[in-house]
C-alpha cells in the first residue's frame, strides 16, 4: 500500500502561509526566514507558490523528485515548484482547461529559472516518442537562444532578463506538446548601446568573441579584445560563474536545435558584429560656409567594415550620418547633422538593429516551434516578465515595467477573488464581500486615454513645435494636480509644495508596491523611438539577406509620411492583449523573492524581503484568501487524515465521507462556528482549529504507534518461540536421525570386520588343503620323474655315452641363435636410429658386428631409393658441403638444418628481374642477394649475385644491370675465415681478362651454399680445374694494383649481432665477428 504525505506533515514553520497564526508582516518575514534556513525555498499561499532563490543548486530537481509529484494532490506533499506545474498540466489534460503560469518577482528572483523547471517538469510528466521529444526539444532550446541575445548582467542578476517573454505552449487531446508561440515585450534596447557602472551588455557579444573560433571572428571582422569596442563595458566583462566561450557552444547547439540553417546563423553573427563596429565610429565637426557645423566620420575603418558586413555602399551610409532628409507633403528638405545629432542617429540605429533582430529570432523560431495541425490545442502560457523596479534613476523603462506590473497586480486581485468566490459558489458557501486595495486607479492614472500619463506622453510627442521633457513635465503637473497618486516639485496640491525629498524635472507614483520616483529626462525621445528615414533607407539598400525584413519602411517604394506609433502607445496595446489573453486561462501564480542583494547563499535580509513582500501584496493576498475560510479539504481527505481522532470513525468509517466527518467533528467538540460544510469539500475558518486537530491527531498518532508497537512486540515474541519450537522438533528429529544412522554404521562395520575374519579363516584353511595337496602332487611328480629317468638311462645308457654331449651342444647353440635373431626384430630402419640390441655371448661379437653393418647398409640403400633427382642433388650438396666445412667452418652448423634453395629472388617469377633473366643465356643456379665490400671505407654496397655452369654474374640491385660477369675458368680460388661471418673472397687468375678490376670481396647470409655450388660445379666440369677453398682468418685480396690484407677478429661490433668490415689503413681491412 502507497504511503501518503500531507502538507502538514513534518512541517517546517507553516507550509501554507493562509495557515500561519498570527498573521502580521512580521511572522510572515519570520516563517520564511525559518524555512529559508532549513532549505525549504518553497512556500503556499493557497495555490499561490513563493519562490525563494538559494544562490545555489538544490538537491530537488531530480527525476526522482519528478515522479514523487506527479499525478499527485497539491497540497499532498511538500511545497514545491513541481505541485504547481503538475495541478496545472493535470488540469489542462483531464479538464480541459487551459492554463498560465504567471512568474513574477524582481531582477534577480530566480524568475527565468522558474519558467525553465516548469517547462522542464511538463517535459519530462508529458507523453514519449519521437516527434514529441523533438518538439518538447525544441521548445527547452529555445531558452538559451533568447537568454544568450536578451539577457545581461546586472548589479541584481548575473542572468537578468531585460525583455518580457510569455510562452503560449500547445497540447493535443492527450497532453503531449504539439508547439508553442512566444511574445517577446520591451527589450531594453538602450542597453546595446550605455550600460550602468557595473553592468554587461547582452551576452552575445561577450558570448561571440570569447566562443568563436579564430576563422569565424577573422570573417566577422572582429577581435577578441573587448576593450576595442565600444559599446561593451570593460568594468565587469568578465564575470565569476559565467564561461561565456561554453554559452557560445550551447547556443549555437540550441539554434541547431531549433531549426536554425547555417547560413541564418552566419546572417546572425554578422549583424551581431555590425552593431560592435557600429558603437566604433566616431565623428568629427566640419564648419560650412553657412556657418553651421557638419558631422563628419573620424575614422573610416570601422565603417567600411561594418557595411562590408552588410553589404551596404559605404558612401551611402556615411552621407545618411551627415544628412537628415525631411519630407512634408510633396516637398523634401535636406538638413545637415551636427556631431550631436549624429551621435544620436548612430545608437538610433544601433538600438533599432539590434532590437529588430531580436524580434526576428522570436519570428523565426515560432516557425519552428508552431503547432503544424490546424485542430484546436490546449494551450498552457507561461509568462516571464520584469519585476518591478525601483531604482536611485527611474527612467521611461522602470515606468513601463512598474505600468505592466500594475495590469498584473491588478488581474492577479481579479482573478484571485473570482476563483475564491466561484469555489464558495460551487461548494454552497455563503459569499461574503471583501475588502482590499484595488490598484485600478492607479492603472487609470497611466493608461486612461484621456488623461493618462502614457496618452499625455504621446500627444506631447507628436504637438508640433518646441516638445522637451519640461514641457511634458508642465502638462502632468497641469492635468495630474489632483491626482491622489501622483506627486511631484510643482504639483498644485498645497501638501506637497514643502517636499524637498522631490528633485526638480521628477515626478514621483504611488504604487501598489510603493512609492517610486521617475526621472522625466529622455522620456519624450524614449516614447518616440525615432530612426532618420535616410538610415532605414540605407539599411534597405544592403545586400544582407535580412536587412530588408528588418527594415521594411526604408523601401522607396512605399514611403510612408505617417509617424510610426510611439513606444509607450506599442506596449500598451501588447499589454492589453497579454491580459485578455491571461483573462481566458485559469492562472497560477509563483512569486519570486531575492534573499539578498549580495548573490550568495544562506544569507536573508529582513529588509529587502519585507520591501518584496509589500510590493508583491502577499500579506493582503493571504488576507484575501483567508478572509472566508482559512482552510478547506476534501471529505475524503479529511476523514482519511483525521478519523484516529474518532472511535466511531476509526479504523474504518462505513458510509459517505460527509457523514463521518460531521460525525468526527462533532465528537471533537469543534464548534460549529469554527467550520461549515461544502458540496465536496469541509471549510474551516480559523487556522487554530486546523492547528488543534493536528495537536490531537499527533498525540494520537503516538498513542497508537505505542499500541502498534506493543502489538508487534507480542506478535514478533509468539513468531519468534512458534519458530524457537519448530526448529527444537526439526533439530531432535534430525539428531535422532543421525543417532541412528551412526549407531547402525558401527553395527554394520562391527558386522563386516566379524565377516571379513571368518572369511579369512576359512579361506587360509583352504589354502594350507591346497598347498599341501599341491606339494604332495609335486613330490610324486619329481619322484616318478626321477623313477622314469633311472629307468630310461638304464634302457639307454649304451646309445648316449657316444654323441650325447654334441646333441646338447647344437641344441642349445641353435635355441641362443633363434633368441638372438628374434631379438633383432625391434631395430628401426632409420638410417639415423644408431641403436643395436648387446651381445648376448661373447662367441657372437664378430657375427653381432658384420650383422649390425650390412643392416646398416641395407637400409641405408632402402632409404636412398627413396630419394628423387632433385632431392638427391641437394643431399649430394649437403654432403659436400659437410666435406668442405665441417669442423672448419663456425657458421657450417647453423646452415645444416636450411635447406639449399638456389633461387632466393624468385628471378623468373619477379617483373622486376625479367630484363636481367633474359640477359642470361644459362639456367641460373643460384640468384641471391650479396654486399659487395668496398675497400676504400670497408662499407657494403647491395648487389645481385647469379650463378650459372659457366659464369658468375654481379648485378645492381635497382635497376639490374650487369657490373660484372665473370667466366668460372678465371676464378683460381676462395678464401673464407673460420668464423661464424658470411664473407668471402672470389680471387680471379692472374693474367686472365677478368682479373683487371681485381678479386671481390662479398658477404651473403647464404656463404655456405655460394661456396658449395661453386665448388661442386668447378668439381663436375672436366674442361677446367678444382675451385681451391682456403679456409683462414686472414687472407690476401687483389684490389686493381694492390693486394689488401683482410683479417678477422672476434669482439662486439656496435651496430648488433653481424659482423662488421672496417678499414684500418690502405693495406688492411678488419672483420669484427661477434663472439659466439
Known amino acids: 500500500m502507497e504511503v501518503k504525505t500531507s502538507l502538514l506533515d513534518n512541517m517546517i514553520g507553516v507550509g501554507d502561509m493562509v495557515l500561519l497564526e498570527p498573521l502580521n508582516e512580521d511572522s510572515f518575514i519570520m516563517n520564511l526566514r525559518n524555512r529559508?534556513?532549513?532549505?525549504?525555498?518553497?512556500?503556499?499561499?493557497?495555490?499561490?507558490?513563493?519562490?525563494?532563490?538559494?544562490?545555489?543548486?538544490?538537491?530537488?530537481?531530480?527525476?526522482?523528485?519528478?515522479?514523487?509529484?506527479?499525478?499527485?494532490?497539491?497540497?499532498?506533499l511538500s511545497p514545491h515548484i513541481y505541485a504547481l506545474a503538475d495541478e496545472a498540466y493535470r488540469s489542462l489534460r483531464d479538464q480541459d482547461k487551459d492554463q498560465c503560469i504567471l512568474i513574477t518577482g524582481e531582477s534577480g528572483a530566480g524568475k527565468t529559472e522558474a519558467s525553465k523547471l516548469v517547462m522542464s517538469y511538463v517535459a519530462a510528466v508529458c507523453g514519449k516518442g519521437q516527434e514529441v521529444n523533438k518538439v518538447k526539444e525544441q521548445l527547452l532550446q529555445s531558452n538559451p537562444v533568447l537568454e544568450a541575445f536578451g539577457n545581461a548582467k546586472t548589479m541584481r542578476n548575473d542572468n537578468s532578463s531585460r525583455f518580457g517573454k510569455y510562452m503560449d505552449i500547445e497540447f493535443d487531446f492527450k497532453g503531449d506538446p504539439l508547439g508553442g508561440v512566444i511574445s517577446n515585450y520591451l527589450l531594453e534596447k538602450s542597453r546595446v548601446c550605455k550600460q550602468p557602472r557595473g553592468e554587461r551588455n547582452f551576452h552575445i557579444f561577450y558570448q561571440l568573441l570569447s566562443g568563436a573560433s579564430?576563422?569565424?571572428?577573422?570573417?566577422?571582422?572582429?577581435?577578441?579584445?573587448?576593450?576595442?569596442y565600444n559599446y561593451l563595458s570593460l568594468d565587469s566583462a568578465n564575470?565569476?560563474?559565467?564561461?561565456?566561450?561554453?554559452?557560445?557552444?550551447?547556443?549555437?547547439?540550441?539554434?541547431?536545435?531549433?531549426?536554425?540553417?547555417?547560413?541564418?546563423?552566419?546572417?546572425?553573427?554578422?549583424?551581431?558584429?555590425?552593431?560592435?563596429?557600429?558603437?566604433?565610429?566616431?565623428?568629427?565637426?566640419?564648419?560650412?560656409?553657412?556657418?553651421?557645423?557638419?558631422?563628419?566620420?573620424?575614422?573610416?575603418?570601422?565603417?567600411?567594415?561594418?557595411?562590408?558586413?552588410?553589404?551596404?555602399?559605404?558612401?551611402?551610409?556615411?552621407?545618411?550620418?551627415?544628412?537628415?532628409?525631411?519630407?512634408?507633403?510633396?516637398?523634401?528638405?535636406?538638413?545637415?547633422?551636427?556631431?550631436?545629432?549624429?551621435?544620436?542617429?548612430?545608437?538610433?540605429?544601433?538600438?533599432?538593429?539590434?532590437?529588430?533582430?531580436?524580434?526576428?529570432?522570436?519570428?523565426?523560431?515560432?516557425?519552428?516551434?508552431?503547432?503544424?495541425?490546424?485542430?484546436?490545442?490546449?494551450?498552457?502560457?507561461?509568462?516571464?516578465?520584469?519585476?518591478?523596479?525601483?531604482?536611485?534613476?527611474?527612467?521611461?523603462?522602470?515606468?513601463?515595467?512598474?505600468?505592466?506590473?500594475?495590469?498584473?497586480?491588478?488581474?492577479?486581485?481579479?482573478?484571485?477573488?473570482?476563483?475564491?468566490?466561484?469555489?464558495?459558489?460551487?461548494?454552497?458557501?455563503?459569499?461574503?464581500?471583501?475588502?482590499?486595495?484595488?490598484?485600478a486607479v492607479i492603472c487609470d492614472l497611466i493608461e486612461n486615454n484621456q488623461n493618462g500619463i502614457l496618452a499625455m506622453l504621446d500627444e506631447e510627442c507628436l504637438r508640433p513645435g518646441t516638445v522637451t521633457d519640461d514641457t511634458f513635465l508642465d502638462k502632468l503637473n497641469t492635468i495630474c494636480a489632483e491626482h491622489q497618486h501622483f506627486e511631484s516639485r510643482l504639483n498644485k496640491n498645497s501638501k506637497f509644495l514643502t517636499d524637498h525629498s522631490l528633485p526638480h524635472s521628477c515626478f514621483r507614483i504611488q504604487h501598489y508596491a510603493g512609492k517610486v520616483l521617475y526621472r522625466v529626462e529622455g522620456f519624450v525621445d524614449k516614447n518616440n523611438d525615432l530612426l532618420y528615414r535616410d538610415l532605414s533607407q540605407a539599411m534597405y539598400k544592403a545586400t544582407h539577406s535580412l536587412m530588408r525584413q528588418l527594415f521594411p519602411e526604408g523601401n522607396p517604394a512605399k514611403v510612408n509620411l505617417k509617424r510610426p506609433p510611439t513606444a509607450g502607445f506599442q506596449f500598451k496595446a501588447s499589454v492589453g492583449v497579454l491580459m485578455k489573453n491571461l483573462q481566458t486561462k485559469n492562472p497560477n501564480y509563483i512569486r519570486c523573492i531575492k534573499p539578498n542583494d549580495k548573490k550568495v547563499a544562506h544569507i536573508f535580509t529582513d529588509s529587502l524581503v519585507c520591501h518584496q513582500v509589500r510590493y508583491l501584496g502577499l500579506v493582503e493576498n493571504v488576507r484575501v484568501r483567508r478572509a472566508g475560510?482559512?482552510?478547506?479539504?476534501?471529505?475524503?481527505?479529511?476523514?482519511?487524515?483525521?478519523?484516529?481522532?474518532?472511535?466511531?470513525?476509526?479504523?474504518?468509517?462505513?458510509?459517505?465521507?460527509?457523514?463521518?466527518?460531521?460525525?468526527?467533528?462533532?465528537?471533537?467538540?469543534?464548534?460549529?462556528?469554527?467550520?461549515?460544510?461544502?458540496?465536496?469539500?469541509?471549510?474551516?475558518?480559523?487556522?487554530?482549529?486546523?492547528?488543534?486537530?493536528?495537536?490531537?491527531?499527533?498525540?494520537?498518532?503516538?498513542d497508537l504507534a505505542t499500541l502498534i508497537q506493543k502489538i508487534y512486540r507480542g506478535w514478533k515474541s509468539r513468531t519468534h518461540f512458534l519458530l524457537l519450537k519448530k526448529s527444537q522438533v526439526v533439530v531432535a528429529a534430525w539428531y535422532r536421525r543421525y543417532a541412528q544412522q551412526n549407531k547402525y554404521q558401527k553395527i554394520k562395520s562391527a558386522t563386516l570386520v566379524m565377516q571379513s575374519f571368518i572369511r579369512g579363516w576359512k579361506a587360509r584353511?583352504?589354502?594350507?588343503?591346497?598347498?599341501?595337496?599341491?606339494?604332495?602332487?609335486?613330490?610324486?611328480?619329481?619322484?616318478?620323474?626321477?623313477?622314469?629317468?633311472?629307468?630310461?638311462?638304464?634302457?639307454?645308457?649304451?646309445?648316449?655315452?657316444?654323441?650325447?654331449?654334441?646333441?646338447?651342444?647344437?641344441?642349445?647353440?641353435?635355441?641362443?641363435?633363434?633368441?638372438?635373431?628374434?631379438?633383432l626384430k625391434t631395430t628401426t630402419m632409420s638410417p639415423m636410429d644408431n641403436t643395436w640390441p648387446a651381445k648376448p655371448y661373447g662367441f657372437l661379437e664378430g657375427a653381432h658386428t658384420q650383422l649390425r653393418r650390412i643392416f646398416h647398409l641395407w637400409r641405408c640403400k632402402k632409404y636412398r631409393g627413396q630419394f628423387t633427382e632433385e632431392k638427391k642433388a641437394v643431399y649430394e650438396e649437403k654432403l659436400e658441403a659437410s666435406e668442405i666445412?665441417?669442423?672448419?667452418?663456425?657458421?657450417?652448423?647453423?646452415?645444416?638444418?636450411?635447406?639449399?634453395?638456389?633461387?632466393?629472388?624468385?628471378?623468373?617469377?619477379?617483373?622486376?628481374?625479367?630484363?636481367?633473366?633474359?640477359?642470361?643465356?644459362?639456367?641460373v643456379l643460384l640468384a641471391d642477394l650479396v654486399n659487395k665490400i668496398n675497400r676504400a671505407n670497408g662499407k657494403g654496397s647491395p648487389r645481385l649475385f647469379l650463378l650459372t655452369k659457366s659464369n658468375f654474374v654481379?648485378?645492381?640491385?635497382?635497376?639490374?644491370?650487369?657490373?660484372?660477369?665473370?667466366?668460372?675458368?678465371?676464378?683460381?680460388?676462395?678464401?673464407?675465415?673460420?668464423?661464424?661471418?658470411?664473407?668471402?673472397?672470389?680471387?680471379?687468375?692472374?693474367?686472365?681478362?677478368?682479373?683487371?678490376?681485381?678479386?671481390?670481396?662479398?658477404?651473403?647470409?647464404?656463404?655456405?651454399?655460394?661456396?658449395?655450388?661453386?665448388?661442386?660445379?668447378?668439381?663436375?666440369?672436366?674442361?677446367?680445374?678444382?675451385?681451391?677453398?682456403?679456409?683462414?682468418?686472414?687472407?690476401?685480396?687483389?684490389?686493381?694494383?694492390?693486394?689488401?690484407?683482410?683479417?678477422?677478429?672476434?669482439?662486439?661490433?656496435?651496430?648488433?649481432?653481424?659482423?662488421?668490415?672496417?678499414?684500418?689503413?690502405?693495406?688492411?681491412?678488419?672483420?669484427?665477428?661477434?663472439?659466439?
Open 885 to 923: 666445412f665441417k669442423d672448419k667452418k663456425a657458421l657450417y652448423p647453423s646452415s645444416v638444418s636450411q635447406p639449399f634453395k638456389g633461387d632466393y629472388l624468385e628471378i623468373q617469377k619477379n617483373p622486376k628481374y625479367q630484363k636481367l633473366n633474359s640477359a642470361m643465356e644459362e639456367k
Open 765 to 823: 584353511n583352504i589354502l594350507r588343503q591346497l598347498k599341501y595337496e599341491k606339494r604332495c602332487k609335486e613330490a610324486v611328480t619329481t619322484i616318478a620323474a626321477y623313477w622314469h629317468g633311472t629307468q630310461v638311462r638304464r634302457e639307454y645308457r649304451k646309445f648316449f655315452r657316444a654323441n650325447a654331449g654334441k646333441k646338447i651342444y647344437d641344441f642349445t647353440i641353435q635355441r641362443i641363435m633363434q633368441k638372438y635373431f628374434l631379438g
Open 239 to 439: 564575470v565569476n560563474g559565467l564561461d561565456d566561450a561554453a554559452s557560445f557552444r550551447t547556443v549555437r547547439n540550441a539554434m541547431q536545435i531549433v531549426g536554425f540553417m547555417e547560413a541564418e546563423v552566419q546572417s546572425v553573427l554578422e549583424l551581431v558584429a555590425a552593431v560592435l563596429k557600429l558603437g566604433n565610429i566616431e565623428f568629427k565637426p566640419e564648419s560650412r560656409v553657412n556657418g553651421f557645423d557638419e558631422s563628419r566620420v573620424k575614422d573610416k575603418n570601422d565603417l567600411k567594415e561594418m557595411c562590408e558586413l552588410l553589404g551596404i555602399e559605404q558612401s551611402v551610409l556615411e552621407r545618411a550620418f551627415s544628412y537628415r532628409t525631411v519630407e512634408a507633403k510633396m516637398e523634401k528638405m535636406s538638413t545637415t547633422l551636427n556631431v550631436a545629432q549624429a551621435y544620436y542617429a548612430r545608437d538610433a540605429l544601433a538600438k533599432n538593429l539590434y532590437s529588430r533582430l531580436f524580434s526576428w529570432l522570436v519570428t523565426r523560431i515560432n516557425e519552428s516551434i508552431k503547432a503544424q495541425a490546424k485542430t484546436r490545442h490546449k494551450v498552457m502560457g507561461v509568462l516571464d516578465i520584469y519585476g518591478f523596479e525601483i531604482f536611485e534613476d527611474n527612467s521611461f523603462e522602470q515606468f513601463i515595467i512598474n505600468y505592466c506590473n500594475e495590469k498584473l497586480q491588478q488581474i492577479f486581485i481579479e482573478l484571485t477573488l473570482r476563483e475564491e468566490q466561484e469555489e464558495y459558489i460551487r461548494e454552497d458557501i455563503e459569499w461574503t464581500n471583501i475588502e482590499y486595495f484595488n490598484n
Open 954 to 1076: 654481379l648485378a645492381d640491385q635497382k635497376t639490374g644491370q650487369v657490373k660484372a660477369s665473370v667466366p668460372l675458368p678465371d676464378l683460381a680460388s676462395v678464401s673464407v675465415s673460420t668464423q661464424s661471418d658470411g664473407f668471402f673472397a672470389l680471387k680471379l687468375k692472374e693474367g686472365s681478362a677478368s682479373a683487371s678490376k681485381g678479386d671481390f670481396l662479398l658477404s651473403s647470409e647464404h656463404l655456405i651454399e655460394i661456396i658449395t655450388k661453386l665448388h661442386r660445379i668447378g668439381t663436375t666440369a672436366a674442361d677446367r680445374d678444382q675451385i681451391n677453398i682456403d679456409i683462414s682468418d686472414e687472407f690476401l685480396v687483389q684490389f686493381k694494383q694492390d693486394k689488401v690484407c683482410v683479417k678477422f677478429i672476434q669482439g662486439g661490433p656496435k651496430n648488433g649481432n653481424s659482423a662488421a668490415c672496417k678499414r684500418k689503413n690502405n693495406r688492411l681491412l678488419e672483420v669484427s665477428v661477434p663472439s659466439p
Open 629 to 702: 475560510y482559512a482552510f478547506r479539504q476534501p471529505y475524503e481527505s479529511c476523514l482519511e487524515r483525521y478519523k484516529m481522532l474518532c472511535k466511531k470513525t476509526w479504523p474504518q468509517w462505513r458510509g459517505p465521507a460527509r457523514d463521518g466527518v460531521e460525525v468526527l467533528l462533532t465528537d471533537c467538540s469543534v464548534p460549529t462556528e469554527e467550520f461549515a460544510y461544502g458540496r465536496s469539500k469541509i471549510f474551516i475558518r480559523n487556522p487554530r482549529t486546523l492547528f488543534t486537530l493536528e495537536e490531537r491527531r499527533r498525540a494520537c498518532l503516538e
Open 36 to 76: 529559508f534556513d532549513h532549505n525549504e525555498i518553497y512556500t503556499y499561499i493557497g495555490s499561490v507558490v513563493i519562490s525563494m532563490n538559494p544562490y545555489r543548486s538544490l538537491p530537488i530537481y531530480t527525476p526522482q523528485k519528478v515522479e514523487e509529484y506527479r499525478n499527485r494532490n497539491f497540497y499532498e
Open 214 to 228: 579564430d576563422d569565424t571572428l577573422m570573417k566577422l571582422k572582429l577581435d577578441r579584445d573587448f576593450s576595442k
